[in-house]
């Protein structure tokens, strides 16, 4: 039964977040209200709600952070509540403030608890008193440089410089020795002023082999306050969690009963309501000990690997903040919360781990995830959806869940092997080997764990993928042998594709070259063909047999374990890379001899149909018509040389087909 007091909910989020809030509610039976920006009008979550409203252009700050905009969409969409999801306005007092003003619920802490752990320096002085463990260092009111260089020796190196106000990462320095002091804090106060308008920050002791180690906890209205358990969130880059998992490796009972301890406490002491989570920095060398672990923060909101604890508890925690905003009081007592084997997950993100895992937009051409026992996949776009570059480039989160650590890391390993994105790079081949790499999986690691195995991770150029780009041509082939088939009205030849349909029959040498651009490097494949048909090869690898490749418009994907390479007909390339001004340009690939021209001036021709024959270094290399068009000028004879780059003829464009 759902919670009584509500029966629709406002999701004042996007993505993967407004899709699995959804999910929760629908089931509750709560009318679901999404609300949108303009890149987002046609976007899952949308599609997923029974109704949505428009909330502003793209930027989040004039749309998903227009407290007043939210505010009119819940009123004229009648929502009881507000759930603020994570990120953008989900720590955020104003916000839960207005909901109240307008009569509506948050589904949330109260204000003043979320303003109360705002700031990190205020939340650490609180702790304090609670009793709590906080990270040695400074947290007070003086900001002075002198000051601050002076208590970062006090501490002593090496000190993390923090933004009070910081969040995601942002406006944090390490800072390793004495003379680097100025220009880190320099750089923290910069970025903090930036990212959340106020320079202030606070000074910790670094803490050695760092584990990142939290606590998911629980509050009622009634006084009642209790601990799901811990999740790792070691795996970091740039501060920013990578892999969590629960329970953490190494942590006994007794330290999970004290750390659990240590978190309710810290919620008791600000009037602590719904769900939180507070985050303690433990040092993980030589093994967790009890007087090793340090309160952090604690973040006022469901978080990014809450599955994880979904997972080992088998609680929905989404019902939870429902029913908890509504007034009931927490359905388990401690000694009921269950850790029933290990789970782990895995943010897979839109991004380029060789090229410093910067961020890479665009269409989702394909999109696929497998399903199984003990795999969750927490999505906010499909196939066909674009990854624009106004929000967080989260693609999905994966779930593994196994009755042993090596078991959801195998599964989640497998799961990631077993993902097709295409489009936008992707960081599941990284996550993949993250998942087996055998310091993580003997829990000997720490929050440097990524950046000092970058290289067996592959997060560094890997160069083109040979075999990838040689399968790439293979599916190219395949494609244009099936289209000019279909377009002569005959079932295409698929075991020698190239040749199928030509009457042209070359004598003596059967092997080809076809010059494509890979990832954008010009490429010259080679085709053999053999009895048992045609073998590609690029730079002396043949097309790899396990690779996923998708063909879109004039390009294929090729995916193979992990990688994508794009390989695109450097003929068909022309027109796309600006190089005739009408597209019709044919350039020869490479030095050589015209073997054969195959169509006269004024013929009609088909994208993909042979032109020419070149023959380079005892090899055919064809050229193809770069568009569909009548052929406007022949530049060569048959028998003449070539330079590389001559022109060969010139295609000119017939927007529609005017034959019958
Ligand atoms: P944690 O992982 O500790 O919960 P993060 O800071 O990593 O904390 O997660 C919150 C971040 O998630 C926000 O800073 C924001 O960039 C990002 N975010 C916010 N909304 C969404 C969303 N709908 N989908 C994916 N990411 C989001
Ligand atoms: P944010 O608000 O950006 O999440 P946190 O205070 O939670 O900031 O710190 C982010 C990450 O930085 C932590 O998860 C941890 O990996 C690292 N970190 C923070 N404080 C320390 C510390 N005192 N010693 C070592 N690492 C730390
Ligand atoms: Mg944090």
């Avoid at 939290?214 to 209790?226: S, T």
């Avoid at 839109?350 to 995830?369: C, K, V």
């Avoid at 790439?472 to 698929?494: F, M, Q």
Wanted: glycine share 10%; with cysteine; proline share 5%.
């Amino acid at each position: 039964m759902g919670p009584t007091m509500f029966s629709s909910v406002l999701i004042a989020n996007r993505g993967e977040i407004a899709c699995r809030i959804a999910r929760t509610a629908r089931r509750l039976g709560l009318r679901t209200i999404a609300v949108y920006s303009d890149a987002d009008a046609q976007s899952l979550h949308v599609r997923m709600c029974d109704t949505a409203h428009r909330v502003g252009p793209a930027p989040a700050s004039e749309s998903y952070l227009r407290i007043d905009a939210l505010i009119d969409a819940a009123k004229a969409s009648g929502a009881d509540c507000i759930h603020p999801g994570y990120g953008f306005l989900s720590e955020n007092a104003g916000f839960a403030e207005a909901c109240r003003d307008a009569g509506i619920v948050f589904v949330g802490p109260p204000a003043d608890a979320i303003r109360a752990m705002g700031l990190k320096d205020r939340a650490k002085a609180l702790m304090e008193k609670a009793g709590v463990p906080v990270v040695p260092g400074f947290h007070g009111d003086m900001q002075d440089p002198t000051f601050l260089k002076r208590k970062a020796f006090e501490i002593g190196y090496p000190v993390l410089i923090k933004a009070v106000a910081g969040g995601g990462g942002k406006g944090m320095r390490k800072v390793e020795r004495h003379a680097d002091f100025d220009t880190a804090l320099e750089a923290a106060k910069r970025e903090a002023t930036s990212a959340f308008g106020d320079a202030r920050v606070l000074i910790e002791k670094y803490v050695g082999s760092p584990r990142h180690i939290e606590m998911q906890v629980f509050a009622d209205r009634h006084g009642n306050v209790i601990h799901l358990n811990e999740r790792d969130c070691t795996l970091q880059r740039r501060h920013q969690k990578v892999i969590e998992e629960a329970p953490a490796p190494g942590l006994s009972a007794d330290l999970r009963a004290r750390m659990g301890q240590a978190a309710v406490a810290a919620a008791k002491a600000v009037g602590y309501e719904g769900a939180g989570t507070v985050e303690f920095i433990a040092d993980g060398a030589r093994g967790l000990k009890a007087d090793g672990f340090w309160f952090m923060e604690m973040n006022t909101r469901l978080q990014v690997e809450h599955p994880v604890t979904e997972a080992v508890t088998g609680l929905d925690l989404v019902e939870w903040q429902f029913r908890i905003s509504a007034g009931e009081a927490l359905p388990l007592a401690q000694n009921e919360v269950r850790l029933d084997g290990h789970a782990a997950e895995a943010r897979l993100y839109a991004e380029d781990p060789e090229r410093g895992f910067l961020p890479s937009t665009g269409r989702l051409i394909a999109l696929q995830f497998p399903a199984g026992e003990g795999l969750r996949i927490d999505s906010g776009v499909e196939a066909g959806d674009t990854v624009t570059p106004f929000y967080d480039p989260m693609i999905a989160k994966l779930i593994a869940h196994g009755a042993t650590r090596g078991e959801a890391l195998d599964r989640l390993a497998d799961a990631l092997d077993a993902t097709v994105v295409i489009g936008p790079r992707s960081n599941a081949g990284f996550l993949s080997r993250l998942c087996r790499a055998s310091g993580f999986r003997d829990g000997e690691f720490d929050t440097g764990f990524i950046d000092g195995h970058l290289a067996e991770l592959g997060a560094e150029p890997l160069g083109l993928d040979a075999a990838a780009a040689a399968a790439g041509v293979a599916g190219l082939l395949h494609r244009e042998a099936a289209r000019l088939a279909a377009a002569e009205g005959e079932p295409a030849a698929l075991s020698s594709p190239w040749d199928a349909t030509d009457a042209f029959q070359l004598s003596g040498a059967r092997r080809v070259t076809v010059p494509v651009l890979a990832d954008g490097e010009n490429v010259v494949a080679e085709v053999a063909y053999r009895p048992a048909g045609p073998e590609v090869t690029v730079g002396g690898a043949v097309a790899a047999p396990d690779a996923v490749t998708v063909v879109d418009g004039a390009a294929v994907y090729v995916l193979r374990q992990g990688r994508q390479t794009r390989v695109v007909l450097r003929d068909l390339a022309l027109d796309a890379s600006g190089d005739a001004g009408a597209g019709g340009l044919v350039r020869a690939p490479m030095h050589g001899k015209v073997l054969a021209i195959l169509v006269e001036k004024g013929d009609r021709v088909t994208r993909g149909q042979r032109l020419a024959i070149i023959e380079a270094m005892k090899m055919e290399h064809t050229l193809v018509a770069p568009l569909d068009g009548l052929v406007a000028e022949v530049a060569v004879a048959a028998e003449a040389q070539l330079a590389e780059g001559a022109r060969v003829m010139v295609i000119e464009a017939v927007d529609a087909p005017s034959e019958k």
